[in-house]
C-alpha cells in the first residue's frame, strides 16, 4: 500500500492520508485531479472494482465531501478518494464511462443532494422520489419533521400523550398528577 | 448480435433506443412492483418485440424509508433497530457491518466468544437467506414445491434465531462490544437437528430441481455475465464467483473467525443462471459445514461482551472507515463518518443488489424471453431495500 501511495503521490497532490487500517487508506485531492487519479488507479495500480460513491454534507463549511471507495482484487485494498466540491451549485465530472454501474450513484446523489453530473446517464430522471418539490432530502438543511408536519396530517381521533406522564397515570392512577 | 436480426429492435440514436409505440412494433408493460419469486418491490417497465424483452428500465423507489436519514438523527446504539431492516431475509450482516464500523472508530476490540457467536448468526442468517432464495428460484420457473420444502426449513432457523436471540426476523442479537447474550442450555442440540433437516430438503432439492429437465433447458444460458462485465458493473458475490472468479471476502480478507474454519471458494465457468443455481446451492450445503464447524470449535466459555462507554452517551471520534462483509448476495458495506458527536455524521450502505437490480439487469435482460424475466432477476438475487435505504 505504501508503494502505491508513493507513486501516487508523485503524479497527484494528494493531502490528508488517513491508514484507517491495514488495507484501508483514505487520501484527499482536489476536484481537477480527482477523476484523472481515479482513472490513473484503476488502468494502473489494479483498483478495478467501485466500491461505493458516497457523499456528506458539511454545512457549515459549504462543502460536499464525495467519497470515492476503489478496491483492489489482487492486493485486497481498499482506497477512499476524498473530492471536496462547493455546496452552492455543486458540479462534478461523471465517471460513468470508467464503471457503467456508476450512473446509478450518480442520479441517486443527483436526487438526494442535488449534485449534478453533467452527461451521465438518466441524472435527471427520479430514482426513488416522484414528483420531489422541496430541496433535495439528505442535504442537513432539509427539516424532516417540519416537512412531515406540512406533509402529513394526523388522523382524525388519534391522540397522543407524552409517554412519561401517561405511563405515571396508568400505574399511579390514585397519585395527584404534579 | 448480427445485423439483420437488429431489425425488430428500436433504433439506437446516441446509443439510446428510440422505442415508437405508434409503430406498433413495439409494446411497453410493466411488470412489478409483486413479482413471481422473491425479488421484492422493484418495478420493471418492459417494452417488448413480440415476447422478446428489447428495452427494460428497473423503478425503484417503493421501499424508501430515509434510513440513513434517519440515523443521522438517532445515536449509535439507537440505530441498530433500524440497520437490520435493511435487509429483510438477511439482517445479521447489517448488525455486524454496522457494528463492526462502529467498534473500528471508537477502537474497540471483541471477545473470542463473541467473534465466534456473530460468525455463527452470519451463517445461519446466509443459510436462511439461500433458502429462501432457491424457493423463489424455483418457483419463478413454475416449481412452487420447491418453496414450501426450503421455506419451511427456513421458518426453523428462525426458530433457532428466537431461541438464541430473542427475534425471528430482526435480531439486533449484534451490538457494538460483542453481542447480547450467550447460546442457551440445549440450543447446539437444536442446531444440529435443524441442520440434519436442512441436508434432507437439500438432498431432496438436488433430485427434484437441479436434475429436472425443464428447470435445466429453461435456466441455461439464461442472463450470461462475461468476466469483462464484472468488473465493470461491480458484480459481486455468487454472481462473480459463477463467471469464474474467486472473489469471496471471508478467504480474500478475512474477518471475524473465519480464516479458522475449513472451506473454499465455490467458483463455476458457464456464469449463467443455471450455473449461478448450482453456485449457490453448494454454499448452502457449505453453510451447514461451517455452521458444524464453528458449534464444535466454539469456546465454552468466556466473555461474550467487552465493556464499553454508556451507549446512550457514547462519542465516538471523529473519522471515516468502510467496512465489508460477504453476504449471502455479496460484498455488504458500510461508509460510516464520525464528527465526534453521539451521532453518526453519515451512513452510506452498499447493498449488491444497488448494482444488480438496476445496471445489470438492464443489460441482461435485453434479449431475453418475457417468461424468463422473473427468473433472470431472481437468479441475480436482489433485495431491493438495499438499494433504496
Same mark, same amino acid.
Do not use: F
Given at each position: 500500500m505504501n508503494d502505491i501511495l508513493k507513486r501516487l503521490s508523485e503524479r497527484f497532490p494528494v493531502s #490528508? !492520508?488517513?491508514?484507517?487500517?491495514? #488495507?484501508m487508506v483514505f487520501v484527499t485531492l482536489q476536484k481537477i485531479n480527482s477523476i484523472p487519479c481515479i482513472s490513473y488507479l484503476k488502468e494502473f495500480e489494479g483498483f478495478t472494482h467501485l466500491v461505493m460513491l458516497a457523499a456528506v454534507d458539511f454545512i457549515e463549511d459549504g462543502i460536499f465531501q464525495l467519497t470515492y471507495i476503489l478496491h483492489n482484487y489482487k492486493l485486497h485494498t481498499d482506497i477512499g478518494i476524498r473530492v471536496k466540491i462547493e455546496r452552492e451549485h455543486p458540479v462534478m465530472e461523471s465517471i460513468h464511462t470508467l464503471w457503467a454501474q456508476a450512473r446509478t450513484y450518480q442520479q441517486e446523489l443527483k436526487e438526494m443532494f442535488g449534485i449534478d453530473f453533467p452527461?451521465?446517464?438518466? !441524472?435527471?430522471e427520479p430514482f426513488l422520489l416522484e414528483g420531489w418539490q422541496n430541496i433535495p432530502p439528505m442535504r442537513k438543511d432539509f427539516d424532516t419533521l417540519k416537512y412531515s408536519q406540512e406533509t402529513f396530517f394526523p388522523r382524525p381521533g388519534r391522540k397522543s400523550y407524552d409517554p412519561q406522564k401517561y405511563m405515571k397515570q396508568k400505574l399511579y392512577p390514585d397519585k395527584e398528577p404534579e | 448480435m448480427k445485423d439483420k436480426d437488429r431489425e425488430k429492435f428500436p433504433e439506437l440514436v446516441d446509443g439510446k433506443a428510440v422505442i415508437d409505440l405508434d409503430s406498433q412494433k413495439f409494446l411497453k408493460v410493466w411488470q412489478g412492483p409483486?413479482?413471481?419469486?422473491?425479488?421484492?418491490n422493484i418495478s420493471l417497465e418492459v417494452t417488448l418485440s413480440g415476447d422478446e424483452v428489447v428495452d427494460l428500465k428497473t423503478h425503484v423507489g417503493y421501499l424508501h424509508r430515509g434510513f440513513e436519514k434517519l440515523m443521522e438523527r438517532r445515536k449509535y446504539l439507537q440505530c441498530f433497530t433500524i440497520v437490520c431492516r435493511i435487509c429483510v431475509p438477511e439482517p445479521d450482516t447489517n448488525e455486524y457491518v454496522f457494528a463492526a464500523a462502529t467498534e473500528q472508530l471508537a477502537g474497540i476490540t471483541i471477545p473470542e466468544k463473541a467473534k465466534w457467536l456473530r460468525t455463527l448468526t452470519l451463517e445461519m442468517a446466509r443459510l436462511a437467506s439461500f433458502l429462501m432464495w432457491i424457493g423463489g428460484q424455483a418457483g419463478a420457473l413454475g416449481m412452487g414445491t420447491i418453496a414450501q420444502w426450503t421455506v419451511a426449513q427456513r421458518d426453523y432457523i428462525l426458530d433457532l434465531f428466537e431461541e438464541l436471540t430473542g427475534g425471528r426476523v430482526y435480531h439486533m442479537y449484534i451490538v457494538p462490544g460483542g453481542v447480547r447474550g450467550d447460546i442457551p442450555d440445549g440450543f447446539i442440540e437444536h442446531v444440529e437437528k435443524v441442520m440434519k433437516g436442512v441436508e434432507k430438503v437439500l438432498y431432496d432439492v438436488d433430485i427434484a430441481?437441479?436434475?429436472n429437465a425443464i428447470f435445466k433447458m429453461r435456466a441455461k444460458g439464461l442472463g450470461y455475465i462475461s468476466k469483462d462485465m464484472v468488473d465493470e458493473y461491480g458484480i459481486v458475490g455468487p454472481n462473480a464467483r459463477a463467471a469464474g472468479l474467486a472473489r469471496d471476502i471471508r478467504k480474500n480478507?478475512?474477518?471475524?473467525?473465519?480464516?479458522q474454519l475449513d472451506f473454499k471458494v465455490i467458483t463455476g465457468t458457464k456464469s449463467d443462471a443455471l450455473e449461478r443455481t448450482f453456485i449457490r446451492f453448494q454454499e448452502m450445503v457449505q453453510c451447514v459445514s461451517l455452521i458444524r464447524q464453528i458449534i464444535n470449535k466454539m469456546p465454552k466459555n468466556g466473555d461474550y461482551h467487552t465493556r464499553i462507554p454508556n451507549p446512550l452517551h457514547w462519542k465516538i471520534p471523529a473519522g471515516e472507515t468502510y467496512v465489508r462483509a460477504e453476504a449471502s448476495r455479496g460484498e455488504y458495506g458500510y461508509y460510516m463518518l464520525s464528527d465526534g458527536t453521539e451521532y453518526p455524521r453519515r451512513v452510506q450502505v452498499r447493498g449488491p443488489s444497488y448494482t444488480h437490480a438496476i445496471a445489470v439487469l438492464e443489460k441482461l435482460a435485453?434479449?431475453?424471453?418475457l417468461a424468463d424475466l422473473a427468473a433472470l432477476m431472481v437468479s441475480l438475487h436482489t433485495c431491493p431495500p438495499e438499494i433504496e435505504r
Open positions: #490528508n !492520508i488517513v491508514h484507517q487500517r491495514e #488495507n452527461g451521465s446517464p438518466g !441524472i435527471d | 409483486q413479482h413471481p419469486g422473491v425479488t421484492g430441481l437441479l436434475n480478507s478475512p474477518y471475524l473467525i473465519y480464516d435485453i434479449g431475453t424471453n
